[in-house]
């Protein structure tokens, strides 16, 4: 298991490696250069040209290269050309306020996701089955964008029942700690905050879910399809074992694994892919935070901010995989 | 028995479901409880504290106005900050600053400034000619650092300030190494308010992050990507301002969830709204549209050394060819006017009787007969952002697509990334594009020398367009301190930049905010900096 483990962050090493570069190379290929952004329209050539050499942007780009890599190993991971601030002190609060999103978003994805596959496999062909097909066709379907506006007009708008954008009531702002809202909220016991926070995720949580909570459906259903097949099923039904028992103990077990696979995929890819949801909520996020960078041409914050999270994405199927052995314990690496 | 279980398995997913949701409703409650509470005790006698939430579209990108360039950083900075002079409140006439008044010499090489008296920056220092000295020699000693220094005050490499001197404690001279006539406009800009040198002196860099000025507010906190907040400043050298006690300036990025915040009651006022959202504003009786006094223009550029544009009949052919009054209507819902010319009519040295391109297609026909234009294909560049001077234009490149081929010329609409587009646009590479300006400090030059200047190609002079003779108009007319013979000089630049016709300009355009009816005395100024010292709130 630990052999595994080593072997398994050992084989990150290249990967991230890998990637680094690519995206070094990539940003680099495109137009537009940090110092004309940074400067403005208002610039001079000589101004832009000062500007790249004291950025070091006038460097063979090899120079560049292993001189941001260096800087990685040491745990430096660069600083931003716009706010020249550090991207590892400024990165954290970003991050947190996407994690909370996305955690907040796969709970209720998984919790509706499960099961509504576990119901409408059990119950196939009802029409409990048919309409939650149906409906997690259209979840998987649907655009953010439009989902987003459509929650503010109908929960917001019209019925006044949550915030339209935000993480926080700026007239009462939180104070950071761990940047986790939720949480810094209970360490300093202001429930009325934790409230006004936990309003705050519901629509843009809402938003998020339906993809991941739409293709969770479906993979538990059509994994559970098959396992309710099984004999070990038939032996346990025939034993007068309640239905319920059936379901949910002996059939769910050997059916979670591929659906944990895609609940890890799917936490991964709301980590790094919430931009428009952060976008239309207007959510402090990492999505909103590499995005902007991207148009700023803010090179370190876009290499950087991509590999911590890939390093995440990494981190999360890792987990996933060695789960896997705890919910099968057939499942055994060496 | 399989239909009871099925049916009780969905009682208990509802009961689920409304329990959190009966949670979120009933929290409803005992927030507005405790947000009273906690609002009546900061403050004692005055009642309420006033804040005031502005809702944009950005964030800054750092609070020390002498090294950036955004309109987004300056927003905050000039409530923070203030500068030697100030622009008027609706216009940019030039009125008293933290300058009482000034006396330049006949030669206009010298100008003596009398500052006020008692300021105090916010972290104490006090305000005098020296610290004007010194803020001054910051910017002078680092002009790559400081972009609007060294694009206002460095001509052709040279210094315009030549030295600034502290004659006695209150006043300060400036003696210039050439005349500057936009000099009193350059000084009223937000990147040349003055900070306090003890903040600057112990730790530059960290002014950005961490602004100390003499304004009406004071800095008390920044979440990136979120929200800028900043209190009165109790001891503001004005007696009875600011009236709020606080602002909260909110990055709304998606401009129809800024305008939800403004209805639901989350921000008091939206910046940076688009022309089509006039109508919902004016139909709610609890929101009032606040108009900007427009100072822009929205242009179609047309790159003097591509063909066909290379011949400068087809570029007049354009011009007949596109039908701006139509684009005005469609587009702009209105707010906006006509152009003929590449500054707006509010900029002293405005042609009014330059007589500009009406809608034509015959004439633009004609004109192409008789340059032999071949019918190669163009490419017609669109903006892939809305500005307020171009407030679609993807909308914009189609209509104008379709009265180029109602004369026979046939185009190509593309679009890039934004900064893709204005390196590509900047380096030559667009037949015909879609871009725009919003003046820095409402004087001529920084329309027709910045944007149509042989000089400025490779940056803002996107067309490449270069004449002598205008060049040498402009340049005088940079140095001329008499008003009413730099007048004369811009109007015959006009002159000539129409009949040369390296443009289509478009449309000067009314930009619109919007605010909660319960804000009162908000002023949109021209420049796009609002100063808050005499909004309240009801």
Known sequence: MLHYMGRRLFQLIPVLLGMTFIVFMLIRSIPGNPAQVILGQQATKEAVEALNASLGLNKPWYTQYFGYLGGIFQGDLGVSLRTKLPVSEEIFPYLAATAELALFAMIIAVIIGVNAGIISAWFQNSWFDYVAMVVALIGVSVPVFWLGLMEQWAFSNQLGWFPTSGREDVRDPITAITHFYLLDTLIQGRFDQFSEVFKRLVLPGMALATIPMAIIARMTRSSMLEVMRSDYVRTARAKGQKMFIVVYKHALKNAVIPVLTVIGLQTGLLLGGAILTETIFSWPGIGRYIYDAIGFRDYPVIQSGILVIAFIFIMINLIVDLLYTVIDPRIKYK | ?538
């Open chain 2, 1 to 538: 028995m399989k239909k009871k279980k099925l049916w009780t398995l969905g009682v208990m997913l509802i009961l689920v479901l409304s329990t959190i949701l009966a949670a979120c409703g009933s929290s409803d409650t005992k927030d507005t409880g405790s947000k009273d509470t906690s609002s009546g005790g900061d403050t004692a006698s005055s009642g309420e504290p006033k804040t005031l939430v502005y809702g944009r579209g950005g964030d800054s990108v750092a609070l020390d106005p002498a090294v950036v360039t955004d309109g987004e950083s300056f927003t905050v900075t000039a409530n923070i900050y203030e500068t030697l002079v100030n622009f008027g409140e609706r216009d940019v006439t030039i009125q008293p600053g933290l300058a009482k008044s000034w006396e330049p010499s006949e030669d206009g090489l010298t100008y003596t400034f009398q500052l006020q008296e008692g300021v105090k920056f916010h972290d104490g220092t006090d305000f005098n000619a020296e610290a004007v000295v010194k803020n001054f020699e910051r910017w002078k000693a680092g002009a790559d650092k400081h972009p609007y220094y060294s694009s206002q005050f460095v001509v052709g490499g040279k210094q315009v300030i030549e030295s600034i001197t502290a004659k006695d404690d209150y006043t300060v001279v400036f003696k210039l190494s050439q005349p500057q006539a936009p000099f009193l406009k350059n000084l009223a800009m937000s990147p040349f308010a003055i900070a306090s040198p003890t903040a600057f002196e112990a730790n530059e860099e960290g002014l950005s992050t961490n602004p100390v000025g003499t304004g009406p507010f004071k800095f008390v906190s920044w979440v990136r990507n979120d929200a800028v907040t900043i209190e009165k400043n109790p001891d503001y050298y004005i007696d009875g301002l600011p009236k709020l006690d606080k602002v909260i300036y909110k990055s709304i990025p998606e401009n129809s969830t800024r305008l939800n915040a403004l209805t639901t009651g989350e921000v008091d006022v939206a910046d940076g709204l688009s022309p089509s959202d006039k109508a919902s504003i004016e139909s709610n009786s609890k929101l009032q549209l606040i108009e900007r006094p427009s100072m822009n223009v929205g242009y179609l550029g047309l790159t003097v050394t591509r063909p066909p544009f290379d011949n400068v009949k087809v570029r007049q052919a354009v011009n007949y060819a596109i039908d701006k009054q139509a684009l005005v209507d469609a587009f702009y819902e209105g707010l906006a006017e006509p152009a003929k010319n590449p500054m707006p009519p509010v900029i002293s040295g405005y042609n009014d009787d330059v007589q500009g391109y009406e809608y034509d297609p015959e004439k633009a026909k004609a004109l192409l007969a008789e340059a032999g234009y071949d019918g190669k294909k163009i490419q017609l560049w669109a903006m892939p952002v809305p500005r307020p001077y171009m407030p679609d234009g993807k909308k914009i490149a189609e209509a104008i697509q379709k009265n180029l081929e109602d004369v026979g010329i046939k185009s190509e609409i593309v679009s890039f990334e934004w900064a893709t587009y204005l390196e590509k646009a900047q380096n030559g590479e667009a037949d015909a594009f879609l871009l725009g300006w919003t003046g820095d400090n409402g004087d001529a030059d920084n329309f027709l020398y910045t944007l149509l200047d042989g000089d400025n190609i490779g940056s803002n002079n996107y067309t490449f367009y270069d004449n002598k003779e205008l060049h040498k108009l402009l340049v005088s007319a940079q140095t001329e301190i008499n008003e009413d013979k730099r007048n004369e000089l811009y109007k015959q630049a006009q002159e000539i930049i129409s009949k040369d016709a390296p443009w289509v300009p478009l449309a000067h355009s009314t930009p619109i905010l919007a605010a909660n009816t319960k804000v009162i005395n908000y002023i949109a100024h021209p420049t796009g900096s609002d100063r808050l010292d005499n909004v309240d709130m009801q």
